[in-house]
């Protein structure tokens, strides 16, 4: 049933390849480093395009700073959360492997801004925990948090105390009523409510870090949630997050197609999230069950 799909999403993933290495997020558009990334990665769990795949990986190689970061464009250095995309991009490629260890350097040698914890803040969280920002100089959030822990874990650091303290900032952003959103729990007294793509994102990092115990209500509320998402982000990651603890629904492939077929009216879905498509069609586990395949 899915075959069909992942077949269709590839050859889209193709007419965006760009002759110079890469890929657009859209049709027709420019060069994006997270399209690029997330593009290598689900060419790599179909098996397909070696070559495409080598230019891309180049690609991102030459757009990397000099310090290992990967930003979203040179005119924004400072906007680096791709840094883990591309990390994982490169994790299989042995010609990639300098441009790896600076990315992975970088990660492990920033953060985000830490803050002292103030008595009168309206904000529960704790602020002193290092995760990882969007932007250089901001605050620790869920998305960027999660996907540096991901890149780790995947090259060998899931000892190191930089996934340790990124764990207990997930952790400390569950909502008390289970799930996450972007990284707030309780702000002005008032519990935020979770998101299913940020949930599916940190139960993803999750795995192996900690015990389950500490995620059920987490799980019970993706499980629930997810039977009625049909957008490619929230219903791939939804769907990711739960097959990195042995979760994945029985009838993720009927959702997956019901998924691809909203194209149909509200338009074709981008790089980035046809992508992130093809990997909840082909993993059965989370992302890092993409390396547990033949390169």
Known sequence: MIDPLVSDSINILRKRSLAEGGFANTDNGDYRTDATAWAILALSACGLDPEIISRARSRLATGQLPDGRVSISPYHPAVYWPTPLAILAWSQSPSNQDSLARAVD???DHSGMCLPKQAKSPDASDSTLKGWPWVAGTYSWIDPTALGIIALKVTGHSNHPRIAEA????LNRQLPHGGWNYGNIIVFNKELRPM???TGMALDALKSLTARSNLELSLDYLKIVVRNLRTP?????GI???GAWGERPAAAATW???CWGRQARFGGYDTASLSLFILACRLSGGIESL???AP
């Open 106 to 108: 970088f990660l492990l």
């Open 240 to 242: 990711l997050g739960l």
């Open 291 to 293: 390396y547990r395949l």
């Open 167 to 170: 764990t207990r900032l997930l």
């Open 256 to 258: 997956l197609s019901e």
């Open 233 to 237: 982000i929230a219903l791939s990651w």
């Open 196 to 198: 299913p793509e940020n």
